[in-house]
């Protein structure tokens, strides 16, 4: 019966007393035979450590093994048990080593803990002594004397111990018999003593057959065949400078570096004394390592040595002269670490996406960092480079906590990709590193925040319902529903109406229309309140004011307040036949219910009875004389005036000014006769120009009986102003007082003194204050008699022309 494949006996000899474990601080062992199946149960860890198994699985339980490629044993989650998961040759990890410990770790998660295991491999005689070499050549001289000493190199066996050579066998002959000796490292080796003198002439070679047997059960052989050259005699053996030579190799050293040189001398001469050198006792590993120049002892790096792979080397070396005598020496090399392997980084454990609002210190995932060197060069220094929210906290042995350190904010950055370096403290050092993507989660911590602080939208009166007026747009920097705006108008009130009567606005897009059409003489702006929101849940928002202004366009026409439109009142200006070139004579006063360009005003004379007479100021709407009045010129002139605004298109309205050249009202015929029609208007003008071109004397004396008139009554310059003095309550609420668009300027000021032509006085003489003006003793006086001296009638005659009742034209 067998276990494994192994006798009985040996399973319980070994299998349940190897099979003991022990726990101290923490660590388990375990003992067990090499070469045991895979899936073979080494033991159930998870009962040894006290560990519950129904959580192994959720803390990830797992084998982690320290400087091994390969995975020899693992954990089973469901059970706990520990098991064989690849073949095991203790030869292979171990050598020669008495014990065999091969160390790996119990790693678990949630919280993070860690225990060593050991694992003792016991040896099992799996493998035969085997002889450096299946023929042994050897020369001894035919004089060698009985009891004559010849050395066998050892027969190797990869097992220990019991398993290992026990002894030597022989086999019957006729000179040889066989010696069993062990060396001072506690080889067995075999020496061939002669029992009967050789003789050449009888017998030039011997061969014999030597066995090399272990302890094991079953029992391994390994055979070689001695060949024995029958020669002159020899009887000096080399002999080793040192029993032990030692040696340092750095790891990676460049092949054909020389490790050592070992030396044999032989004290004879000639050929026997010819020493070369040969390897006795070499493992397969480093038979493949090194090489050994057979003349000179120089053993030589032959293969890139790795010194994780192997540390140590021990090598016998054979010295043996030309005619068989030997000796053998031990060469013991220690391969040096090199900082060879930069330190490797695993990610155990990483959160998918970690919330904004985490709170500073919250592990997000776990680092585990090895190097397969030793001492210094394996001690591992982890960092993180950039400048992010995020630390490295050691934990337990090799392994890391990333935790973030900071307030996290998605708007500011969605993603980190942080970079983990890790570097050892060999020299010079190496390092390595990985990228880690931490993605951060979204909530709804922003508002919607507006473009501007506040928006202003322009629209013409008189617009479409429906039209556009403009447009809000609010940014929230969230994610998805967290930044997706809504638009609404908030309650309130224009003029006393809803304010959604007037706009209305797009809950997607921020676009604002117009519900109604506006009038600019009704109302010139208003106010809204918007407000965004987003979709988050609890929902934020924000509001803005958004200013509507009403441009105007012109759709009013001027509107003539002096003179007043005919059929209302008739009224006649006085213009004094002194008047000079340049003097004031009336003011054509109008107003426009627009604004702006829509309400500058501008006045043209369209029509006249003497065209070139009098003009009127384009701006001021008043007329003036162009030059200065002659005796020749018609007493009753007709002005046609018309007012445009400056909007586009323009609109314009027309009045008509009736003039009366006259210095004395006694002169002033029927005034009704002043409508006369525009042909007799013509005819008198030819008339007069048929008078001058006939009479040229005629028209000389009359300048000049003019010209001693006015020498002789020095008769002052005069200037009558004609214009009206409207309070402000005659204009309608809604006209613009703009200097210059047809309303009175402020620098006129008008004192009325006489009504002329009608009953109700809409008009009345008075003077202006302007620089314009004649100087206050030269203007028209301001009484009844006063005005009478000034045209030679009484007082009661004028009053009784003033008492006119009737419309003049």
């Not at 003497?610 to 100021?617: A, K, M, Q, S």
């Amino acid at each position: 019966m067998a276990y494994f494949g192994f006798p009985i006996n040996l399973i319980y000899g070994s299998l349940f007393l190897l099979l003991g474990l022990h726990l101290s601080n923490g660590d388990v062992s375990y003992s067990f035979p090499e070469e045991m199946k895979r899936g073979s149960v080494i033991g159930n860890i998870a009962k040894d450590l006290g560990l519950q198994v129904n959580r192994l699985p959720s803390r990830r339980a797992r084998i982690v093994l320290e400087g091994n490629r390969k995975r020899f044993c693992d954990i089973n989650a469901d059970t706990g048990e520990l098991f064989v998961a690849d073949r095991i040759d203790r030869e292979e990890h171990c050598g020669a080593k008495i014990l065999c410990i091969l160390k790996c770790e119990l790693v678990l998660e949630d919280p993070l803990e860690s225990h060593r295991i050991s694992l003792q491999i016991q040896d099992v005689n799996d493998n035969p002594p085997v002889f450096v070499k299946d023929v042994v050549k050897l020369e001894i001289g035919e004089s060698a004397p009985k009891g004559s000493r010849y050395r066998i190199n050892a027969a190797r066996d990869a097992d220990i111990g019991q398993n290992a050579v026990q002894n030597y066998i022989l086999h019957k002959n006729d000179y040889f018999s066989l010696n069993v000796l062990t060396n001072s490292v506690g080889t067995k080796y075999s020496e061939i003593v002669l029992d009967r003198e050789l003789d050449r002439e009888e017998q030039q070679e011997v061969s014999l057959l030597l066995t090399a047997v272990d302890g094991g059960s079953p029992q391994r052989s390994g055979t070689a065949v001695i060949q024995i050259t029958v020669l002159d005699a020899n009887d000096n053996a080399p002999v080793f400078s040192q029993a032990i030579y030692e040696a340092t190799l750095p790891e990676n050293s460049p092949v054909d570096t020389v490790v050592l040189t070992v030396t044999a001398t032989d004290a004879d001469e000639s050929m026997n004394g010819k020493v070369t050198y040969e390897f006795s006792g070499i493992s397969e590993v480093a038979k493949k390592i090194f090489s050994l120049n057979e003349y000179t002892g120089e053993i030589i790096v032959a293969k890139n040595v790795d010194y994780e792979e192997e540390s140590k080397f021990e090598i016998l070396i054979e010295g043996k002269d030309g005619y068989g005598l030997s000796s053998e020496a031990k060469v013991v090399i220690d391969i040096t670490d090199v900082n060879d392997h930069a330190p490797v980084i695993h990610i155990n454990s990483l959160a998918n996406s970690i919330p904004e609002n985490v709170s500073p210190g919250t592990e997000v995932g776990i680092i585990n960092v090895q190097d397969r060197d030793s001492e210094k060069n394996g001690q591992v220094r982890c960092s993180i480079q950039q400048t992010v929210p995020f630390k490295l906290v050691p934990s337990i042995k090799n392994y890391y906590s990333v935790v973030s350190t900071g307030q996290l904010d998605r708007e500011l950055v969605s993603d980190y990709n942080i970079t983990i370096t890790a570097t050892d403290e060999g020299s010079p050092p190496l390092s390595s590193s990985k990228s880690v993507q931490l993605s951060v989660a979204d909530i709804n911590d922003n508002p919607p925040v507006f473009e501007e602080q506040s928006y202003s939208a322009y629209v013409s009166e008189n617009n479409k319902a429906g039209s556009s007026l403009c447009s809000v747009t609010a940014r929230d920097p969230d994610w998805r529903q967290n930044g997706t705006v809504v638009y609404s108008l908030l309650a309130g009130e224009v003029n006393g109406a809803p304010v959604s009567s007037y706009v209305s606005v797009n809950g997607d897009t921020g676009v604002i229309h117009a519900v109604r059409s506006f009038d600019y003489e009704q109302l010139r702006s208003f106010k809204v309140q918007v407000m965004a929101r987003d979709n988050g849940s609890p929902p934020l928002s924000s509001n803005v004011t958004v200013s509507v202004f009403i441009s105007d366009v012109n759709d009013n026409c001027p509107q003539i307040l002096y003179p007043a439109p005919e059929g209302n009142s008739f009224m006649t200006e006085l213009v004094p036949k002194a008047a000079h070139g340049g003097s004031l004579v009336s003011k054509v006063i109008a107003v426009d219910a627009d604004s702006g360009q829509n309400a500058w005003l501008s006045y043209h004379i369209v029509k006249s009875t003497d065209p070139g007479l009098f003009t009127i100021g384009v701006h001021s709407g008043e007329i003036r004389t162009q030059r200065d009045i002659s005796e020749s010129d018609s007493m009753k002139q007709n002005l046609i005036v018309a007012v445009k605004d400056n909007g586009q298109p323009s609109l314009s309205a027309t009045c008509s000014m009736y003039l009366l050249i006259s210095d004395n009202l006694a002169e002033v015929p029927e005034l009704k006769d002043m409508s006369y029609d525009e042909k007799n208007s013509k005819l008198t003008s030819y008339l007069i120009i048929a008078l001058v071109c006939v009479s040229t004397f005629f028209l000389t004396f009359i300048i000049i009986i003019l010209g001693v008139r006015f020498c002789r009554r020095r008769k002052p310059r005069l200037l009558f102003d004609g214009a009206v003095a409207i309070p402000s309550a005659y204009l309608p609420p809604n006209y613009a007082d703009v200097d210059g668009t047809g309303t009175l300027r402020s620098t006129y000021n008008y004192d009325a003194y006489l009504t002329t032509g009608s009953r109700t006085s809409d008009f009345k003489f008075v003077t202006s204050y302007n620089d314009n003006t004649l100087p206050a003793d030269q203007t028209l006086r301001k009484s009844p008699s006063d005005f009478a001296e000034v045209f030679g009638q009484s007082e009661e005659s004028l009053e009784a022309m003033l008492k006119w009742s009737d419309p003049l034209f």
